[in-house]
């Protein structure tokens, strides 16, 4: 009170009424006292209240938010030892570089296991080749043993029991050559049979070589156009080997012996006639043939330097060819990916970088992007896909298996994640403003705060973030709102702070 006095006294002026008594003299103001109390220490009093509720604020929000932590790791961790906690720790720790010395031999590995499928291809397609080869081969050597079997039956018939010494001898002879070519035959086909054992052996060999367990392990095997090409060589040679066996047995003079023939000396002139006639005629259509050979000759030289001048072209139009099959996601693109997809796949996954830093944030370090390049179903082309990692898994999966809530956190974490992309790559250009049209009733409250806090700093950063949303708790976070009401006459909006 006497401090109060002492404040009024100090404001009296000689000649004016006082405030308490109204009298316009003075005789005897009062005093202050040294340890009166100022405005100025009340005051000051007021601010170090202030500070200190706001101090004790922060202290007990802090012993919360620590508290929280304490119980959460105390749910997650139990009361088991610190040190088995460490030594957990450690083995996890020790499990991820073993991961990630694992991981880095992923590509490695991928490249062995293409290589081993190509060859098991090769092999497959090779023993397939050789199987046919030998079922071709056994069938010429019965279709030979055959034709064997019946020559010696012919053979037999028309040598027969009678004649003349020249005819016999004729007959000798002929059934010499015969003999000699159905050696000829086998011999060839005993080579057919042991270049088939050995191409089977080979084919083995190569097989187990290759890495396989055995010859049925390796049916993908491819000839190569060499060994093609031998085979055709093998194929015509029989072919022409059995046509001039069929011709020699189908010449009137072998068909017609019964073993009972005398010689026709007029005949056979006659013959011998004919047959220079015919001796001529073929030199002649000869000396033709060679003229039109030298004529073919010069024409091929020409159309192979007409030839040779084209390959450059040729070569060039191959290799634009196949790099345009290759820009078009064919060829030798094993992705089967597009250079537009490509590119764009080089985008998203930028955007998924960005992106994942959000929504480490938004799950408490759980979830993360993933890019795939895998190509889909049924043949469609890939390149443009996003996968989840889950760290508490250890685990990449589609994100078509999370939740609505985690749905919804990590499309915020890709808009905010392209935002960053487009300001990065666009001069510093920023986007200002945002809208989020619902998806916060899907989020639990740690979830929530967590989505909350990322866009509380968007907001700090002078971004304008706007929500639209019917959760109750967004009221308490969100200091301006705007409050839709309806009405029979219409909405109506409200401003509300």
């Known amino acids: 009170i006497a401090g109060m006095a002492a404040e009024l006294a100090a404001e009296l002026v000689d000649g004016q009424e006082c405030a308490v008594c109204g009298s316009t003299e003075h005789p005897a103001p009062a005093r202050p006292a040294p340890d009166t109390v100022t405005k100025a220490d009340e005051d000051a009093a007021r601010e170090a209240e202030q500070r200190a509720e706001a101090a004790l604020a922060r202290a007990i929000a802090a012993v919360a938010e620590a508290a929280e932590v304490v119980a959460a790791l105390r749910q997650r961790c139990g009361e088991r030892p610190l040190d088995d906690l ?8 020790s499990a991820h570089d073993a991961a990630a010395t694992e991981a880095g031999e992923l590509d490695r590995r991928r ?28 069938q010429a050597d019965a279709v030979a043993a055959a034709e064997a079997d019946e020559i010696r039956a012919r053979i037999h018939a028309a040598v027969g029991d009678g004649g003349s010494l020249v005819d016999r001898r004729a007959r000798l002879a002929a059934l010499a050559a015969a003999a000699t070519e159905l050696l000829d035959r086998r011999a060839a086909a005993v080579r057919a049979r042991t270049f088939a054992d050995e191409r089977a052996r080979d084919a083995e060999q190569a097989a187990v070589d290759a890495g396989f367990h055995d010859l049925d392990a390796a049916l993908a095997a491819v000839r190569s156009d060499a060994r093609l090409a031998e085979i055709d060589a093998l194929v015509r040679a029989a072919e022409e080997a059995r046509a001039v066996a069929a011709a020699t047995l189908a010449e ?10 005398t010689a026709d000396v ?21 000396s033709e043939a060679d003229r039109r050979l030298t004529d073919i000759d010069k024409y091929t030289t020409r159309l192979e330097q007409e030839d040779a001048k084209l390959a450059p072209l040729r070569a060039e139009q191959n290799e634009l060819a196949g790099l345009a099959d290759v820009i078009a996601g064919g060829g030798q693109n094993s992705r089967k990916m597009s250079l537009r997809s490509y590119v764009l796949a080089a985008r998203l996954e930028e955007v998924a970088e960005a992106a994942s830093e959000r929504l480490r944030r938004m799950s408490g370090g759980r979830y993360e992007f993933v890019h795939s390049d895998a ?4 043949g469609k082309r890939g390149g443009l896909g996003l996968d989840i990692h889950d760290e508490y898994t250890g685990m990449v999966r589609s994100t078509k298996t999370l939740s609505g809530g985690e749905s919804f956190q990590a499309s915020l974490a890709l808009a905010l994640g392209l935002a960053d992309v487009v300001a990065a790559e666009s001069g510093g250009l920023v986007l200002d403003t945002m809208f989020i049209d619902e998806g916060f009733g899907t989020l639990d409250a740690d979830a929530l705060d967590s989505v909350m806090g990322v866009l509380d700093e968007l907001r700090a950063g002078g971004r304008v973030v706007g929500v639209v949303s019917h959760v109750d708790e967004m009221r308490q976070r969100i200091p301006s709102r ?4 309806r009405g029979r006459a219409g909405s109506t909006v ?4």
């Open 266 to 286: 007029a005949a056979r002139q006659d013959a011998a006639n004919r047959a220079a006639a015919e001796l001529h005629a073929a030199l002649t259509a000869a």
């Open 494 to 497: 409200e401003i509300a702070s």
């Open 86 to 93: 460490v030594a957990e720790r450690d083995a996890a720790r």
């Open 482 to 485: 705007l409050h839709v009401v």
């Open 111 to 138: 490249t062995q296991v293409d290589t081993l499928e190509r060859l098991d291809a090769e092999l497959q397609e090779r023993l397939r080749g050789t199987e046919a080869e030998v079922a071709e081969i056994a």
């Open 375 to 378: 190509a889909g179903s049924h």
């Open 252 to 261: 009137p003079e072998l068909a017609a012996l019964i073993g009972d023939e």
